[in-house]
T-cell receptor
C-alpha cells in the first residue's frame, strides 16, 4: 500500500544511547519532514528536506541529525538520547506546500 | 511569520448535534490551511485543505471549513456529530514563502462525543 512507513513503532532507550528512526515513502514525494508530538504542544518540526541531498533544520533540531540520500528515505538519528526526547515521532511527506502532507503512523520513543 | 491558534483545547458535544472547532491564523502571505484529525494512538489524517480556491471547503466524513480572510479564521464544522468523530483535531497553516511548505500546527482540540 502506498504511504509513509515508519519503523520501529515502539522503542525504549537508555540515556546516552543512539538510534535511528526509519522513514520511507513510495509516493515519489520531494518534501519530507520529521515532527515530534508532546502533550499539549501540537506537533513541532525537527528537520525537513525538499529533495534528495537537501536538508534543513526546523523548530527543535537539537540532538537530532538527518540525511536524504534518496527520494524515498529520510532517517532521523538521535545522537545521544536524553529523557527530554521521550516523545512520539512522526514522519511526513508531500508533493509541496499546497498539497498537504501524508503522515506515518508514528514511533513512540521512551528514554529512561 | 505564521502562527495558528486553536481557541478551545477541549470541546464536548452530544451525538447528533453540530460540531464547531475554532481556529484563527496569522500569516504574512496568502496561506494554505489544513485540518488534520488524530484518533487515539494513530497517525494524522488530512480532513480538508484550503489553497486559495473556494472559501468553503468540504472534507471527508461530512466536515467542512470556511476560510474568512477578514476574520483570519478557518473554523471546522459538522452538522451532526457521530461517536466515531471523537478524536483530536489540529488546525495547520503551511509556512508560506521561503518556508518550503512546512507545517505549523495549532496545539489541538480534543473532541468528545457523548451518546
Amino acid at each position: 500500500n502506498a504511504g509513509v512507513t515508519q519503523t520501529p513503532k515502539f522503542q525504549v532507550l537508555k540515556t546516552g544511547q543512539s538510534m535511528t528512526l526509519q522513514c520511507a515513502q513510495d509516493m515519489n514525494h520531494e518534501y519530507m519532514s520529521w515532527y515530534r508530538q508532546d502533550p499539549g504542544m501540537g506537533l513541532r518540526l525537527i528537520h525537513y528536506s525538499v529533495g534528495a541531498g537537501i536538508t534543513d533544520q526546523g523548530e527543535v533540531p537539537n540532538g537530532y541529525n538527518v540525511s536524504r540520500s534518496t527520494t524515498e528515505d529520510f532517517p532521523l538519528r538521535l545522537l545521544s538520547a536524553a529523557p527530554s526526547q521521550t516523545s512520539v515521532y512522526f514522519c511526513a511527506s508531500s508533493y509541496g506546500q499546497f498539497y498537504g502532507y501524508t503522515f506515518g503512523s508514528g514511533t513512540r520513543l521512551t528514554v529512561v | 511569520a505564521q502562527s495558528v491558534t486553536q481557541l478551545d483545547s477541549h470541546v464536548s458535544v452530544s451525538e447528533g448535534t453540530p460540531v464547531l472547532l475554532r481556529c484563527n491564523y496569522s500569516s504574512s502571505y496568502s496561506p494554505s490551511l489544513f485540518w488534520y484529525v488524530q484518533h487515539p494512538n494513530k497517525g494524522l489524517q488530512l480532513l480538508l485543505k484550503y489553497t486559495s480556491a473556494a472559501t468553503l471547503v468540504k472534507g471527508i466524513n461530512g466536515f467542512e471549513a470556511e476560510f474568512k480572510k477578514s476574520e483570519t479564521s478557518f473554523h471546522l464544522t459538522k452538522p451532526s456529530a457521530h461517536m466515531s468523530d471523537a478524536a483530536e483535531y489540529f488546525c495547520v497553516v503551511s509556512g508560506g514563502l521561503g518556508s518550503q511548505g512546512n507545517l505549523i500546527f495549532g496545539k489541538g482540540t480534543k473532541l468528545s462525543v457523548k451518546p
